[in-house]
């Protein structure tokens, strides 16, 4: 069976998680976004730790981000993909991925606009 206390700590890393999203919405002024997103986790992302679907809204994280050691990567990676999807809302389509508008707002929020994270730095991913 699930150990309840591991299921307490997975709701509160959750509700750190999803506090800060709120938060950097707001930063953006951008306050609907927290609500218009999809926020889901999967086992199945490979290599990548998370991906965003513009169109539907719907940012999708690796499940490897849960691992206690991932939590500011948790962090980092959601904002990384909240930050495309503000940057298409604010100057739509004909923007680079990791260009200028997507770095202020990684900025804005206080991350490093990084557009990759060596794998080396996440605990739990399959290296070859
Ligand atoms: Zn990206």
Redesign the pocket.
């Known amino acids: 069976m699930t150990d309840p206390h591991a299921a307490v700590a997975l709701q509160r890393k959750l509700d750190r998680l999803f506090a800060g999203f709120r938060d950097w919405c707001v930063l953006w002024g951008l306050a609907r976004l927290a609500r218009d997103t999809t926020i889901e986790f999967t086992g199945s992302l490979n290599d990548a730790l998370g991906q ?1 679907d513009l169109r539907a809204g719907r940012i999708t994280l690796n499940a490897v981000l849960l691992h206690s050691a991932n939590e500011g990567l948790l962090h980092e990676t959601l904002c ?2 909240a930050a ?1 999807l503000v940057a298409h809302v604010r100057y739509g389509v004909g923007i680079a ?2 260009g200028p508008e ?1 770095q202020q707002f990684m900025r804005r929020a206080g991350f490093p606009p990084r ?1 990759v994270i060596p794998r080396s730095r996440v605990t739990g991913l399959d290296r070859d």
């Open positions: 965003c990384h993909e495309h991925e990791h997507w557009a």
